[in-house]
């Protein structure tokens, strides 16, 4: 399962991780976060891929624009360039075929969806 992740500046890795919580089932680790390219550096969203001991996956904001999601948002387009970034990033990073498995999910600064 990989999260795609939406992250205000600020977002804690505890809040990153305690969304990633809610989405997974119990016991499961993901393969990878993935964000769009503008929050990969975001000091929660890194802290929280090392200590799942997990990578990072950033995509442009026009590679995750071109992702069809059910939950597009003007917030984040006229944030970081895209109408989606949780959804689209999951999908993306889950790869050809992939499916939602999880919806975006939002807490306080952070978004979270899972694909697989």
């Excluded at 205000?8 to 993901?30: N, T």
């Amino acid at each position: 399962m990989y999260v795609g992740l939406g992250a205000r500046p600020g977002a804690s890795a505890d809040e990153v991780l305690a969304l990633i919580a809610r989405c997974l089932p119990a016991g499961v680790r993901p393969v990878a976060l993935a964000t769009v390219a503008a929050r990969a550096a975001e000091p929660g969203v890194v802290a929280a891929a090392a200590r799942l001991g997990v990578p990072i996956r950033a995509y442009g904001a026009a590679e995750l624009a071109r992702v069809p999601v059910p939950h597009p948002s003007a917030v984040a387009d006229a944030a970081v360039g895209t109408p989606s970034v949780a959804e689209a990033a999951a999908l993306l990073a889950a790869g050809g075929g992939a499916v939602l498995l999880v919806p975006k999910r939002v807490s306080g600064r952070v978004t979270c969806a899972v694909a697989g």
